[in-house]
């Protein structure tokens, strides 16, 4: 009998200071029944496994940001984790030895994104399963597109990928509120990847909000490199939040407001919704912020019909 292909890969800890997702797989593992899975096989990793032991977030460089091509080309590159993702790739990509059509990587933030989903480029399949999930469980879209500075993300290389992102919660910590939200969230993108493989078009909303990136805001910072202010109060913790020119943004030492001045690109965008608000990972990136457009997009029906074919294409894995 030929071996039917694992069709679902779930990496949980692609960052190593993330705690959640990796303590809920190790807990899939032991016990795949604690995991709906709805019938479809899935292959569970954890991404990173160096950097997990040490509790980093990674130790040679991101590993979310290390699957550019060209990068996984380039034989001179040798660093921990571009190592990491041409193992993955071998082992799970859509040509491995296990291969799978689609991929959730799990995270959490210390930003208050709370349960929220993270689609990089407008792929109609990305965009199928996003919309799906949002109806189902009403979770928020960051769209993470045209952004030169951040590429080569883990999600890109397969045919289909979703991030779920959940927070907020501390670097380093487990936490049974995001735990709970995590699975949530995956039982429920398996269930959307259910219907699709069983050979129907998911059910899709009419519309789906879509929070847009813009661009990228860094604390304001002295001549050598040093934050001259921090977070305003009274935007911490309201990451989804409309904020206008002219608010309060960051506050000195001493004291002073400083407000949200649009960057020249976006002089008239308007209104803005931050995400990712002070992500304690993103400072060495040197973003406090990310400026999203709120949208609302027609939803075709094509999206669910090149969902339902990927996953109807790809009928030869295994469960775990």
Not at 170 to 182: D, S
């Amino acid at each position: 009998m030929t071996e039917q292909r694992a069709r679902v890969l779930v990496v949980a800890g692609t960052h190593g200071n993330e705690r959640n997702a990796p303590w809920l797989l190790e807990h899939w593992q032991s016990d795949p029944t604690s995991l709906a899975t709805h019938g479809l096989p899935v292959e569970l990793v954890l991404g990173n496994p160096e950097a997990h032991a040490c509790n980093r977030r990674y130790l040679d460089r991101d590993l979310n940001r290390s699957f550019d091509p060209a990068l996984l080309a380039d034989s001179s590159r040798s660093e921990l984790e571009v190592a990491r993702a041409r193992w993955l790739l071998a082992l799970h990509g859509p040509e491995g030895e296990r291969p799978c059509a689609v991929v959730l990587d799990l995270h959490s933030t210390t930003s208050a994104m709370g349960n929220s989903l993270v689609v990089y480029g407008r792929r109609p399949a990305d965009l199928a399963l996003a919309a799906a999930l949002q109806a189902r469980l009403g979770l928020p879209l960051y769209l993470h597109e045209l952004d030169a500075a951040q590429t080569g993300f883990l999600v890109e290389r397969w045919p289909c990928g979703l991030v779920i992102e959940v927070g907020p919660v501390p670097q380093g910590v487990i936490q049974q509120r995001i735990c709970t939200q995590t699975q949530l969230a995956v039982e429920g993108a398996l269930a959307v990847l259910a219907q699709a493989a069983a050979g129907a078009a998911p059910r899709l909303p009419q519309r789906l909000v879509v929070h847009r990136h813009l661009a990228s805001l860094d604390l304001p910072r002295r001549e050598d490199g040093t934050p001259l202010a921090c977070l305003d109060a009274s935007r911490q913790h309201r990451d989804w939040w409309p904020l206008a020119p002219g608010e309060p943004l960051f506050r000195g030492a001493a004291g002073g407001s400083i407000p949200y001045t649009p960057p020249p690109e976006l002089a008239d965008a308007g209104v803005v919704w931050p995400v990712f608000v002070n992500e304690a990972a993103y400072g060495e990136k040197g973003i406090a912020l990310s400026l999203t457009r709120r949208e609302h997009w027609p939803v075709p029906h094509q999206w669910g019909v090149e969902l339902a074919r990927l996953l109807r294409s790809d009928q030869r894995g295994a469960p775990l």
